[in-house]
């Protein structure tokens, strides 16, 4: 199936670091988010964007729709040990009843104390 | 309320048998989806629900998968005839129906032997 275009695949920083991560895609989309999986669980909703050029802010991190409404950046400032994990972004689209929400190829994080 | 539940969390089967997963979304969510995740693969959608009503069904749902939600609360998932490309981490997620922010449940992992 279609997925996003997610990069870096995978980062390793040092504690304390930011980190800064995006999504691409071919196609417009109507509202871009942001998710964080750990091993064995689902996904968890870190972010929702639903304005072309919204730039919005959950305590560390911060995520950007992007103005072509075709990318989305996440950015995590001062990482620490728990933000390990993988960070999904999708994208959701819906016209004349046809509804789209794909997921991206993940970038997997690890972070060095 | 405690999220969205999926049973059974793991699922070993030999090849050609049939398996069945329960999920229970948040209770006050009328909208209810199915994603399959491979390993080092975002979720893909597979089908989603209004109430008791499915909607959307992607490709990827071939004849052996069905999918119900009889009252609008739980849903099953059923694979017939069980092919080890069939094993994955089988995820269910729950939204209202304005939100485009998934809740998801911790999935059930299948491995056909």
């Known amino acids: 199936g279609q997925q996003l275009n997610q990069s870096p695949q995978s980062m390793f920083i040092q504690e304390g670091e930011d980190v800064s991560m995006n999504c691409t895609s071919s196609?417009?989309?109507?509202?871009w988010l942001w998710y964080k999986q750990d091993p064995g669980e689902g996904p968890v909703l870190l972010i929702a964007l639903y304005k072309a050029g919204e730039l919005t802010s959950n305590g560390r991190l911060t995520a950007q729709f992007g103005i072509t409404r075709k990318d989305s950046f996440l950015n995590i400032s001062a990482s620490i040990p728990s933000d390990v994990g993988i960070y999904f972004c999708a994208a959701y689209l819906s016209t004349s009843g046809t509804y789209k929400y794909i997921f991206g190829t993940g970038t997997r994080l690890k972070v060095l104390a | 309320d405690t999220g969205v539940s999926q049973n059974p969390r793991h699922k070993i089967t030999k090849r050609g048998q049939n398996v069945t997963f329960r999920c229970d979304p948040i209770s006050e969510h009328n909208r209810l989806y199915w994603y399959r995740q491979t390993l080092g693969q975002g979720p893909e959608f597979l089908t989603y629900f209004q109430n008791e009503a499915q909607l959307e069904k992607s490709r990827l749902l071939s004849d052996r998968f069905s999918a119900e939600r009889p009252k609008g609360s739980f849903s099953t998932l059923e694979i017939q005839r069980t092919e080890q490309g069939d094993s994955a981490m089988y995820l269910c997620a729950s939204s209202p129906t304005v939100s485009r922010g998934y809740t998801f449940g911790s999935g059930t992992r299948l491995t056909v032997v």
């Open positions: 196609s417009i989309f109507n509202t």
